[in-house]
């Protein structure tokens, strides 16, 4: 029976007969199998589990319910068929599933189904899924199906097929759409949407008809109008240039502004003008403001000075009227937006302020007598004085007006510049190129930009858009920069002396043309800029140095009056960073010792607010002879500074005065010249080091003699190495902390043993990894041998370490040792990574690692490891060009080059780290190991100093 109906249903009419009412489409026929929909098999009931997983209460990712979906399509048949079954009596939640399943297997037949179940039963939530589901299964038919829901119960229905239909219509729906509109009623708003998307005479003319209709189908007629673009425009017009009747008058000003204002283009006449006028007196607020949106564009687009065309104060009135309301208003979401926009630029200000504060501010401005902004002023030679340019951003204002403008209110933040009706018009010519007051359309820019440039002229006046194109704004700047570099003279006018700046600007006008020579103009500017400098503000005071800086040749300006000015505006500045610091560059290229000394002076001062940084940047500039100087003559402060720096310099000159300074009686300045003698390796300087500990001994200042104990070990010397011995007898814990530094830093072949010995003595306490780490510092050349004698100690703990930074040596000796370590504990990583630096073996990947290498060892054990290295590089099959004889270490450096390129572009790490053994072997030298993860830079600026050694050995041949 249940068949029966459904195939009757679906031979009924299904589509919109002129105005006739829709008749139900039926559900197609199901197939015999699917007949009793009642009955669930397993199946049946294992695909229901499994689409709860998608449910929308269960927010998936994406990607997780795209692989449940296709997990589907392998786990069952005739999904389609089951989809839909469920999703007649699936709730809302469910729903999301299935048609996100029908949307990945369904077909047209599907689309029908889900037609049928939108206009049978409620969706809920997934309304709009499912709707969208239908018209792309539906394919072809999906307009047809779309406008068949557009006449459902469901209001939801009506809207989503209203919104997918949008983009599917043309102009062949039109007599649909409009047959739709005037027979159904509840329908009837979104059939005016849609007529939005076909333009055609016949459903603009329905649109203009339906202005003067109830209040929602009149704004959705007005929108509709606007989505028509300018195609509408010509019979908008028409209502425009008659007086109006009714309130499609507004409607129609509103949208043909906005037509305008998209297309670029003004669509109001002055045809229209006087009717526009005589409605903004009438009682209705929408009114009002929708022909005040008209007008203000009219007169924005004008050229009228007076505000009295346009009624500019009413105007004004009218838009603060809708942007702040007190009284209601029809239909504000759809006007305020706009007006709020044509009131910033009608008034050329920034409204964000409370709606009292901006209502007062209406009644006063259109009590006044009001001019509203332009696009256009014009300019020419007769009221070029009169003109004023104001560009403001969140960084700064930049002012330029004639000379007969009048009183200006003076800001200390603004840049006022005085210019003659010739440069004003040369500015305007230079702005107008970038594209200031030329139109721009409303997709242009979508976002108020936070830069405008202002111009008034007497009362009229023309500004930027606020949505300007940033790049016609960074035009138009620019411009502006470069005048404002020209006119730079006129920021620094003294107001105590020259109150008055176009006055100022007069008398600097005579003296420029007086003086048309630039070396002049420069000492002048210079003249004019030290003169107010100490009391400019941080903005101003910046800018003022950077003007300073691109004077050429400043340093033949400058005097040393001049340099005390700048000295005295460093001053002015809480610290010495940026800018300040300049200034004190500055004053260092006055020719002048008294200068350069009060330089360091100011330094000083502020030593803690930037003085400490600025000092080293001074001392670059001064050059080592000035340095020499403040050594012998500086302050405390600048004396210890001067000695970093000189030994950093590596300047000998300063050992002399370093020597009578171990003297001093200033424990800071005697304790900073010795660690200088010891950074200078001064050889002189050993004896009377020697000399002070004799005659000190015991009672010598404790930090002192550790300085002097790591200074001697800098110098160096046959004399150091029984000193140190006998400090290593102190048992005063940093006494001991600075002889094993010393020890560290000492150039001598005992050194590295008194090291060891202490390691061995002390073992893993502080003392002991304190000597460890500087034994480690001598370097594989160095340490090795003596890591090598001591493997025969008993201490375990002891013989790992030395195990292990032999390892990192990748010293031979060692891997007897770590294989031992490596049978203990075959994971351990570290042993591993060692073994694969001295042999070039990786067995990381290898089960049997252990086993592996003791064959591999009885099979190399009596072979040097250059053998072991060239061994590696066939394992790897790495071209190569070497041979044993250039890897026997008597002096051949043939090798070398390719060594170093190995040592760079080996394709495994351990044999790079290989690499670097073998050159320290092959050239005596080292200059560092290079571990498995050393990066490509290191690895490359060790490669360079080994071939820098074979260049200085072939250059001492042909020598």
Same mark, same amino acid.
């Given at each position: 029976?249940?068949?029966?109906?459904?195939?009757?249903?679906?031979?009924?009419?299904?589509?919109?007969?002129?105005?006739?009412?829709?008749?139900?489409?039926?559900?197609?026929?199901?197939?015999?199998?699917?007949?009793?929909?009642?009955?669930?098999?397993?199946?049946?009931?294992?695909?229901?589990?499994?689409?709860?997983?998608?449910?929308?209460?269960?927010?998936?990712?994406?990607?997780?319910?795209?692989?449940?979906?296709?997990?589907?399509?392998?786990?069952?048949?005739?999904?389609?068929?089951?989809?839909?079954?469920?999703?007649?009596?699936?709730?809302?939640?469910?729903?999301?599933?299935?048609?996100?399943?029908?949307?990945?297997?369904?077909?047209?037949?599907?689309?029908?189904?889900?037609?049928?179940?939108?206009?049978?039963?409620?969706?809920?939530?997934?309304?709009?899924?499912?709707?969208? +589901?239908?018209?792309?299964?539906?394919?072809?038919?999906?307009?047809?199906?779309?406008?068949?829901?557009?006449?459902?119960?469901?209001?939801?229905?009506?809207?989503?097929?209203?919104?997918?239909?949008?983009?599917?219509?043309?102009?062949?729906?039109?007599?649909?759409?409009?047959?739709?509109?005037?027979?159904?009623?509840?329908?009837?708003?979104?059939?005016?949407?849609?007529?939005?998307?076909?333009?055609?005479?016949?459903?603009?003319?329905?649109?203009?008809?339906?202005?003067?209709?109830?209040?929602?189908?009149?704004?959705?007629?007005?929108?509709?109008?606007?989505?028509?673009?300018?195609?509408?425009?010509?019979?908008?017009?028409?209502?425009?240039?008659?007086?109006?009747?009714?309130?499609?008058?507004?409607?129609?000003?509103?949208?043909?502004?906005?037509?305008?204002?998209?297309?670029?283009?003004?669509?109001?006449?002055?045809?229209?003008?006087?009717?526009?006028?005589?409605? &903004?007196?009438?009682?209705?607020?929408?009114?009002?403001?929708?022909?005040?949106?008209?007008?203000?564009?009219?007169?924005?687009?004008?050229?009228?000075?007076?505000?009295?065309?346009?009624?500019?104060?009413?105007?004004?009135?009218?838009?603060?009227?809708?942007?702040?309301?007190?009284?209601?208003?029809?239909?504000?979401?759809?006007?305020?937006?706009?007006?709020?926009?044509?009131?910033?630029?009608?008034?050329?200000?920034?409204?964000?302020?409370?709606?009292?504060?901006?209502?007062?501010?209406?009644?006063?401005?259109?009590?006044?007598?009001?001019?509203?902004?332009?696009?256009?002023?014009?300019?020419?030679?007769?009221?070029?004085?009169?003109?004023?340019?104001?560009?403001?951003?969140?960084?700064?204002?930049?002012?330029?007006?004639?000379?007969?403008?009048?009183?200006?209110?003076?800001? +200390?933040?603004?840049?006022?510049?005085?210019?003659?009706?010739?440069?004003?018009?040369?500015?305007?010519?230079?702005?107008?190129?970038?594209?200031?007051?030329?139109?721009?359309?409303?997709?242009?820019?979508?976002?108020?930009?936070?830069?405008?440039?202002?111009?008034?002229?007497?009362?009229?006046?023309?500004?930027?858009?606020?949505?300007?194109?940033?790049?016609?704004?960074?035009?138009?700047?620019?411009?502006?920069?470069?005048?404002?570099?020209?006119?730079?003279?006129? &920021?620094?006018?003294?107001?105590?002396?020259?109150?008055?700046?176009?006055?100022?600007?007069?008398?600097?006008? +005579?003296? &420029?043309?007086?003086?048309?020579?630039?070396?002049?103009?420069?000492?002048?500017?210079?003249?004019?800029?030290?003169?107010?400098?100490?009391?400019?503000?941080?903005?101003?005071?910046?800018?003022?140095?950077?003007?300073?800086?691109?004077?050429?040749?400043?340093?033949?300006?400058?005097?040393?009056?001049?340099?005390?000015?700048?000295?005295?505006?460093?001053?002015?500045?809480?610290?010495?960073?940026?800018?300040?610091?300049?200034?004190?560059?500055?004053?260092?290229?006055?020719?002048?010792?008294?200068?350069?000394?009060?330089?360091?002076?100011?330094?000083?001062?502020?030593?803690?607010?930037?003085?400490?940084?600025?000092?080293?940047?001074?001392?670059?500039?001064?050059?080592?002879?000035?340095?020499?100087?403040?050594?012998?003559?500086?302050?405390?402060?600048?004396?210890?500074?001067?000695?970093?720096?000189?030994?950093?310099?590596?300047?000998?000159?300063?050992?002399?005065?370093?020597?009578?300074?171990?003297?001093?009686?200033?424990?800071?300045?005697?304790?900073?010249?010795?660690?200088?003698?010891?950074?200078?390796?001064?050889?002189?300087?050993?004896?009377?080091?020697?000399?002070?500990?004799?005659?000190?001994?015991?009672?010598?200042?404790?930090?002192?003699?550790?300085?002097?104990?790591?200074?001697?070990?800098?110098?160096?010397?046959?004399?150091?190495?029984?000193?140190?011995?006998?400090?290593?007898?102190?048992?005063?814990?940093?006494?001991?902390?600075?002889?094993?530094?010393?020890?560290?830093?000492?150039?001598?072949?005992?050194?590295?043993?008194?090291?060891?010995?202490?390691?061995?003595?002390?073992?893993?306490?502080?003392?002991?990894?304190?000597?460890?780490?500087?034994?480690?510092?001598?370097?594989?050349?160095?340490?090795?041998?003596?890591?090598?004698?001591?493997?025969?100690?008993?201490?375990?703990?002891?013989?790992?370490?030395?195990?292990?930074?032999?390892?990192?040596?990748?010293?031979?000796?060692?891997?007897?040792?770590?294989?031992?370590?490596?049978?203990?504990?075959?994971?351990?990583?570290?042993?591993?990574?060692?073994?694969?630096?001295?042999?070039?073996?990786?067995? +990381?990947?290898?089960?049997?690692?252990?086993?592996?290498?003791?064959?591999?060892?009885?099979?190399?054990?009596?072979?040097?490891?250059?053998?072991?290295?060239?061994?590696?590089?066939?394992?790897?099959?790495?071209?190569?060009?070497?041979?044993?004889?250039?890897?026997?270490?008597?002096?051949?450096?043939?090798?070398?080059?390719?060594?170093?390129?190995?040592?760079?572009?080996?394709?495994?790490?351990?044999?790079?780290?290989?690499?670097?053994?073998?050159?320290?072997?092959?050239?005596?030298?080292?200059?560092?190991?290079?571990?498995?993860?050393?990066?490509?830079?290191?690895?490359?600026?060790?490669?360079?100093?080994?071939?820098?050694?074979?260049?200085?050995?072939?250059?001492?041949?042909?020598?």
């Amino acid at each position: 029976m249940l068949w029966l109906v459904s195939t009757l249903i679906l031979l009924a009419p299904q589509s919109v007969q002129k105005g006739r009412n829709l008749t139900l489409p039926g559900r197609p026929a199901p197939k015999v199998q699917e007949q009793d929909l009642g009955r669930r098999d397993a199946l049946q009931q294992r695909f229901h589990a499994k689409l709860l997983e998608i449910r929308r209460s269960v927010h998936l990712a994406k990607s997780k319910e795209q692989a449940i979906i296709l997990r589907l399509g392998e786990d069952f048949d005739d999904i389609p068929g089951r989809a839909i079954r469920l999703a007649s009596q699936a709730d809302p939640d469910l729903m999301h599933g299935i048609m996100r399943v029908l949307q990945a297997y369904g077909t047209p037949k599907q689309a029908a189904e889900i037609r049928y179940l939108l206009l049978t039963r409620k969706f809920g939530s997934a309304t709009l899924l499912a709707t969208e +589901t239908m018209a792309m299964l539906a394919r072809d038919e999906a307009k047809e199906y779309l406008f068949q829901c557009l006449s459902a119960s469901s209001s939801a229905l009506r809207k989503h097929s209203a919104d997918l239909l949008m983009d599917r219509v043309g102009q062949e729906d039109g007599p649909r759409i409009i047959t739709i509109a005037r027979e159904e009623s509840r329908v009837r708003v979104k059939a005016l949407q849609l007529l939005g998307a076909v333009k055609t005479v016949e459903s603009r003319q329905y649109l203009i008809e339906s202005l003067s209709s109830n209040p929602l189908q009149a704004e959705t007629a007005c929108r509709a109008l606007i989505n028509q673009g300018e195609s509408a425009a010509a019979d908008l017009q028409e209502i425009l240039r008659k007086s109006a009747r009714g309130r499609d008058f507004a409607y129609a000003a509103f949208a043909l502004t906005r037509i305008g204002e998209a297309q670029g283009e003004l669509f109001l006449g002055e045809d229209m003008r006087e009717h526009l006028i005589a409605e &903004l007196d009438m009682p209705d607020p929408f009114v009002q403001s929708a022909v005040a949106i008209a007008l203000s564009t009219m007169a924005w687009n004008s050229t009228d000075s007076t505000g009295e065309k346009y009624r500019d104060g009413a105007v004004l009135s009218r838009l603060v009227r809708v942007v702040a309301p007190r009284e209601f208003v029809s239909h504000l979401a759809l006007i305020q937006p706009v007006a709020e926009r044509q009131l910033k630029r009608f008034s050329g200000q920034d409204q964000n302020q409370r709606s009292d504060l901006l209502r007062q501010w209406g009644r006063q401005m259109s009590e006044a007598a009001f001019v509203g902004s332009r696009r256009r002023v014009e300019i020419d030679q007769n009221n070029a004085d009169l003109a004023v340019f104001t560009w403001e951003d969140p960084d700064q204002v930049l002012r330029f007006f004639g000379p007969e403008v009048g009183d200006l209110d003076s800001q +200390t933040e603004t840049e006022d510049y005085v210019l003659s009706s010739t440069e004003i018009l040369g500015l305007l010519s230079h702005l107008t190129d970038a594209g200031f007051m030329r139109p721009i359309s409303a997709q242009e820019s979508s976002t108020e930009s936070s830069r405008s440039l202002h111009l008034t002229v007497g009362l009229a006046s023309c500004r930027t858009e606020p949505a300007a194109d940033p790049r016609v704004l960074d035009g138009i700047f620019a411009a502006l920069r470069r005048c404002a570099l020209d006119q730079r003279w006129q &920021l620094y006018r003294n107001p105590k002396t020259n109150p008055d700046p176009v006055e100022f600007w007069r008398q600097e006008q +005579t003296w &420029l043309e007086e003086h048309p020579d630039t070396g002049a103009r420069n000492l002048h500017l210079k003249e004019l800029i030290l003169g107010v400098l100490p009391s400019l503000d941080e903005a101003r005071f910046e800018l003022a140095v950077q003007h300073l800086l691109a004077l050429p040749r400043l340093g033949d300006l400058l005097t040393a009056a001049d340099g005390e000015i700048l000295l005295q505006a460093a001053r002015t500045r809480p610290s010495l960073e940026g800018v300040a610091f300049q200034v004190l560059e500055l004053a260092l290229l006055v020719p002048s010792d008294e200068i350069w000394r009060e330089v360091l002076g100011v330094a000083e001062e502020r030593y803690d607010r930037g003085g400490r940084q600025a000092m080293a940047r001074i001392f670059a500039i001064l050059g080592p002879d000035r340095l020499l100087i403040s050594l012998r003559q500086g302050s405390k402060i600048v004396r210890l500074l001067v000695m970093d720096e000189l030994a950093q310099l590596r300047d000998m000159r300063a050992v002399p005065d370093l020597l009578e300074l171990i003297e001093h009686k200033d424990r800071d300045l005697r304790r900073s010249s010795v660690f200088c003698l010891g950074k200078l390796q001064a050889i002189g300087a050993r004896g009377p080091l020697l000399g002070l500990l004799e005659t000190s001994g015991q009672e010598m200042d404790p930090y002192l003699r550790r300085t002097v104990w790591v200074a001697l070990a800098r110098i160096g010397g046959s004399d150091v190495l029984p000193v140190l011995e006998s400090a290593a007898m102190y048992t005063d814990p940093a006494d001991r902390r600075a002889v094993i530094t010393a020890l560290g830093v000492l150039d001598h072949p005992s050194a590295a043993r008194e090291l060891a010995r202490m390691y061995a003595m002390w073992g893993d306490n502080t003392y002991g990894q304190l000597a460890m780490q500087n034994l480690r510092r001598k370097g594989d050349l160095v340490a090795s041998p003596i890591l090598e004698e001591m493997l025969l100690t008993t201490n375990q703990a002891i013989r790992r370490q030395i195990v292990l930074l032999l390892g990192e040596f990748q010293h031979p000796a060692a891997f007897p040792e770590l294989l031992n370590m490596l049978t203990e504990e075959p994971r351990h990583l570290q042993e591993i990574s060692l073994i694969a630096g001295i042999t070039g073996q990786d067995v +990381t990947e290898r089960n049997d690692r252990v086993e592996f290498l003791r064959a591999w060892y009885r099979a190399n054990i009596g072979l040097p490891q250059s053998i072991w290295f060239l061994n590696a590089l066939g394992d790897y099959q790495v071209p190569h060009s070497l041979d044993i004889e250039q890897l026997r270490g008597d002096g051949n450096l043939s090798g070398v080059p390719e060594l170093t390129r190995l040592l760079v572009e080996a394709p495994a790490p351990q044999l790079r780290s290989l690499a670097a053994r073998i050159l320290r072997v092959v050239t005596h030298q080292d200059y560092g190991v290079v571990s498995l993860q050393a990066p490509e830079d290191r690895r490359r600026a060790i490669a360079e100093r080994y071939l820098y050694l074979v260049d200085a050995a072939q250059d001492a041949k042909k020598r």
